[in-house]
């Protein structure tokens, strides 16, 4: 475990960040395992969206560490939505993990220490992931000219 934190939430919020937080966490499973099975761009717009209201709650309480990590899939989703690319199950078992990382974060809430996750990581991990994304949507595009 690492250093103690401290977030900007008084302990009669906790309750209502978990609901908020769980809420859009299983969005994001049930939509990624949607996804899995093939393109749709209702799940897509929907991860999209709980990524980016995951990435506002957790900068509301100074949880910086979960609001980058959720910029970092809000970005990547971006990127994604509208390409109608389909993703792999190994990028989706990817971001699945991604998942159960979100979960150790929003617990950090309640422990008030960090855990041992390299956030920075896992950001870059989805910056790769979102250019080799757009790499591929650019190359399909230029053959379908």
């Known amino acids: ?10 302990p009669d919020e906790i309750e209502l960040f978990f609901q908020e937080v769980d809420e859009h966490i299983q969005t994001l499973e049930t939509d990624l395992l949607s996804l899995e099975q093939a393109t749709n761009q209702t799940a897509f717009d929907a991860v999209f969206r709980a990524a980016h209201t995951l990435k506002a709650v957790a900068a509301t309480i100074g949880h910086h560490r979960m609001a980058d990590l959720t910029h970092a899939l809000e970005t990547l989703f971006e990127q994604l939505r509208g390409t109608g690319n389909s993703l792999s199950s190994a990028t989706i078992d990817e971001l699945l993990a991604i998942v159960d990382v979100l979960k150790t974060l929003r617990d950090e809430v309640v422990n008030l220490e960090a855990s041992d996750v390299d956030v920075q990581v896992l950001v870059v991990q989805l910056s790769i992931l979102g250019e080799n994304v757009t790499n591929v949507a650019h190359i399909q595009t230029r053959s379908a000219v």
């Open 1 to 10: 475990m690492g250093s103690p934190l401290n977030f900007d939430l008084e």
